[in-house]
């Protein structure tokens, strides 16, 4: 079993950062692949980026190259997603998830608001 927390969400202007974090505990050494997903009102969870147990990132297309950086810190068993320049329509509750042995775990999210 593994269990995440996410942190770090909140209200901010818009041109602000912010910097999400997720917590693993319990199987730990189990996780594979970890990612961070959205999901705004009225839509579907859509993937963000993932980055693998030895730190190879991948980003969805719709925000590759732009202002999210994700990371992952293996011994604190934390993963981060670094957001700069947010918009308001980056306004969503934010994911993490963590693969481990083929099933995979989520968070229960933090809501994260842009104003304009």
């Known amino acids: 079993q593994v269990h995440l927390v996410e942190s770090g969400g909140g209200l901010v202007q818009a041109g602000g950062s912010l910097r999400l974090s997720c917590a693993a505990s319990g199987s730990v050494t189990s996780i594979t692949t970890m990612g961070w997903y959205r999901q705004a009102p009225g839509q579907q969870r859509a993937l963000l980026a993932q980055?693998?147990?030895?730190?190879?990132?991948?980003y969805a297309d719709s925000v590759k190259g732009r202002r999210f950086t994700i990371s992952r810190d293996n011994a604190a068993n934390t993963m981060y997603l670094q957001m700069e320049n947010l918009k308001p329509e980056d306004t969503a509750v934010y994911y993490c998830?963590?693969?481990?042995?083929?099933?995979?775990?989520w968070g229960q999210g933090t809501q994260v608001t842009v104003s304009s």
């Open positions: 980055i693998t147990k030895s730190g190879r990132p991948t």
């Open positions: 998830a963590a693969d481990s042995f083929a099933r995979d775990y």
